[in-house]
């Protein structure tokens, strides 16, 4: 009689390969592999999450770069406004000004004797120290060219010509009759100064 095979132990050695690999194979061998793609997952999501959160942060950086150079931009276009308005309202007075200086000098060196002249020269160079202040409280300063110095039609205003038989001093300044008036901001003279010029003897005749 053949022994009856009713249990997994008396099977025979010589068993078939099929029933070996079906049922006896290695459970974790075909288990899925659940909990690596349970780590991986969450890695892949915070990864993404950071990229989405660094792109955000430098698009927030760009946006504020810009809103600053427009805000700058704003600004000195306003303070050029300004500027130009202020220079518009004023300019009328500070040409007054500028003549008003120019005529307290003259005549505090030109007053007669028998008018006191002490006291006048001083009263009138102490008003013309105060409009002085004032003009340069707004950006005007006096200038006064120097003897000699070329002639410059953007600076100075010819009053007078003085015939030289120097044909090197022709077209220079003999002497200074009133100084200019320069705007420092603009770089232009707001009145130029009064000046007499050489000119050559021949021309004269």
Do not use: W
């Not at 002249?117 to 013309?128: C, G, H, I, T």
């Not at 009053?159 to 320069?182: E, F, M, N």
Request: charged share 30%; proline share 8%.
């Amino acid at each position: 009689m053949r022994p009856e095979l009713d249990s997994a132990e008396n099977l025979p050695l010589d068993a078939p390969g099929d029933i070996q690999d079906s049922e006896y194979s290695d459970p974790a061998a075909s288990k899925p592999d659940t909990e690596t793609s349970a780590v991986e997952q969450p890695d892949s999501e915070a990864a993404e999450a950071l990229r989405r959160l660094a792109d955000s942060a430098e698009r927030y950086h760009d946006r504020a770069k810009q809103r600053e150079g427009v805000i700058d931009y704003l600004r000195a276009e306003l303070e050029l406004l300004r500027r130009g308005e202020r220079r518009g309202l004023l300019r009328p007075l500070l040409t007054q000004m500028c003549r008003l200086h120019a005529d307290l000098t003259r005549q505090a060196a030109t007053l007669p004797p028998d008018f006191d002249a002490a006291k006048a020269v001083r009263l009138l160079q102490s008003y013309a120290e105060s409009v002085e202040e004032a003009l340069g409280d707004n950006g005007v300063v006096t200038y006064q060219p120097d003897e000699g110095e070329p002639f410059n039609p953007r600076r100075h205003r010819q009053v007078k010509r003085q015939p030289s038989t120097a044909l090197a001093l022709g077209g220079h300044i003999a002497a200074v009759r009133q100084p200019g008036y320069l705007d420092l901001e603009a770089d232009s003279p707001l009145a130029p100064a009064e000046v007499t010029v050489f000119t050559a003897a021949k021309e004269e005749q």
